[in-house]
């Protein structure tokens, strides 16, 4: 199956809760990279966390990633509902030239 | 400048038509992608440039054909297409091609009629 699966496939929470979305892959990797996206639009990068680092904030977004599980893991805290969105992550392999995408997180927050 | 600017922002073709979508960028980025992604799905990789060199095809049909006329400008050149192939492309640059995290457009949106 595809490098990069993202769980939950779907997420609906109400505003000002917290959102994680988990992503797990399959081979080695020099860095993972998480996006958004909103409906029909282009992706947005929102965050890189190397293969040595093992969590990145960035304002209201935490990322984890554990090597050893191929896995990681983003927190949106006090969501809001503008980020109601499309969330994928990307990993990275510096020998393939490309990232992969994940099947993605569809996530509503409810006003 | 960091931004991704493709056009047509919306194109609707026959089956015999051929036309081109445009992409541009003024980051510097040596390094420029083609991706198409159909409804609630991941965007797929279709073409790599690197350094305005094709460094990947991914078995992509050859009604498609991708351009790099400088390291600015990225085109995709559509002909015989099928309606099966109507989908968002969406273009992205990043600084060197080696994961470094990607710059998007907003997309063309594509129907095949």
């Known amino acids: 199956s595809q490098q990069g699966e993202e769980d939950p496939q779907a997420l609906s929470i109400q505003e000002g809760e917290n959102a994680t979305m988990n992503c797990s892959y399959k081979t080695s990797i020099n860095n993972l990279q998480w996006y958004r996206q909103n409906s029909g639009r282009g992706l947005v990068h929102l965050i890189l966390?190397?293969?040595?680092?093992r969590e990145k904030h960035s304002g209201r977004l935490r990322v984890t990633l554990d090597t050893s599980k191929k896995s990681s893991s983003l927190l949106i805290t006090a969501s809001r509902a503008a980020d109601t969105a499309s969330y994928f992550c990307?990993?990275?392999?510096?020998?393939?030239?490309?990232?992969?995408f994940g099947d993605g997180t569809t996530l509503t927050v409810k006003p | 400048d960091t931004e991704v600017t493709q056009t047509p922002k919306h194109l609707v073709m026959g089956m015999t038509n051929k036309k081109s979508l445009k992409c541009e960028q003024h980051?510097?980025?040596?390094?420029m992608y083609w991706y198409k992604q159909k409804a609630k799905k991941p965007p797929e990789l279709m073409f790599v440039?690197?350094?305005?060199?094709?460094?990947i095809n991914e078995s992509v049909p050859s009604r498609f054909s991708p351009e790099c006329p400088n390291s600015s400008l990225l085109n995709l050149h559509l002909h015989a297409l099928q309606p099966e192939d109507s989908a968002l492309y969406l273009c992205a640059s990043s600084q060197d091609g080696q994961g470094s995290g990607y710059t998007f457009g907003s997309g063309t949106r594509l129907t095949v009629v």
């Open positions: 966390i190397r293969s040595n680092e």
């Open positions: 990307a990993t990275a392999n510096t020998n393939a030239g490309k990232s992969t």
């Open positions: 980051m510097g980025h040596r390094a």
């Open positions: 440039y690197s350094y305005e060199k094709l460094s």
